[in-house]
């Protein structure tokens, strides 16, 4: 069974003043919410299970899915109104929701690509990879490092100097940006549980990158649009279109 998680609960703040109404995942491109758009992908892609975390605006996702009868899916809930939990803690929380025996490709809503989600399900990198990152050599403040096996090893910030790693002395062969767009294998989930309640999802890949295969999948075809602000919507719109 293919599974996915779409991450919805952010407060989408560079979206504002729509965010003031409503949660980002419902905020309208070429005529449906953004949501609309990551679930049709992933249907069309083979998925059959999907988690869905909200937070702001929350209940507005849940009548939504409600009101569309879940798109003939299996859509779950994984509420967190109470507490915004970050990727990561967001992904922790989830957990019980999956198939624990199979991987979980993890997707921002609020992201549009060019990506073939079912390609990508079915590992088009090592089998022992104990996550796996698509990645690509566009323009960013932030860079994930990676050897030249392709393994993480650091992230560095380009514009402090900030380096994040558990080696001591980082080598790396390759800075590239992370997209948002990664699967995650039942091996990595017992490290989860011993996380805190909120933590981000890159925090945790980096801190165990020393002893487990996260791998990057590398598209240097890449097209993505993160629709993170308002000015970006028009764009979006024209995006979808060229897709």
């Not at 990595?188 to 990057?216: N, T």
Request: charged content about 25%; hydrophobic content about 45%.
């Amino acid at each position: 069974m293919k599974q996915a998680m779409l991450l919805a609960a952010g407060l989408g703040t560079r979206l504002r003043p729509l965010t003031d109404t409503m949660p980002k995942a419902l905020v309208p491109v070429a005529g449906q919410p953004l949501l609309f758009h990551a679930i049709q992908r992933l249907k069309v892609a083979g998925f059959e299970r999907i988690v869905v975390n909200v937070h702001h605006f929350g209940q507005q996702i849940i009548d939504y899915l409600a009101e569309n009868k879940y798109f003939g899916m299996d859509i779950r809930i994984s509420d967190e109104r109470d507490l915004l939990l970050d990727t990561g803690g967001g992904i922790k929380k989830a957990l019980p929701l999956f198939d624990r025996n199979e991987p979980i490709l993890i997707h921002n809503v609020d992201i549009l690509s060019n990506i073939d989600l079912a390609a990508f399900y079915e590992r088009p990198y090592p089998r022992a990879a104990a996550a796996a990152l698509v990645v690509s050599p566009r323009e960013t403040k932030r860079y994930l490092l990676f050897d030249s096996a392709d393994c993480l090893v650091g992230w560095i910030n380009k514009e402090t100097g900030q380096v994040k790693s558990p080696y001591q002395e980082v080598h790396y062969d390759k800075m590239l940006a992370f997209s948002g767009i990664h699967i995650m294998m039942p091996d990595l989930f017992p490290l989860l549980e011993v996380w805190p309640e909120r933590f981000p999802i890159i925090d945790f890949y980096l801190h165990h990158c020393d002893e487990a295969d996260i791998r990057a999948v590398v598209k240097n075809d890449l097209r993505l649009l993160d629709v993170g602000k308002v000015d970006t919507l028009a764009a979006a719109e024209e995006f979808l279109a060229s897709l």
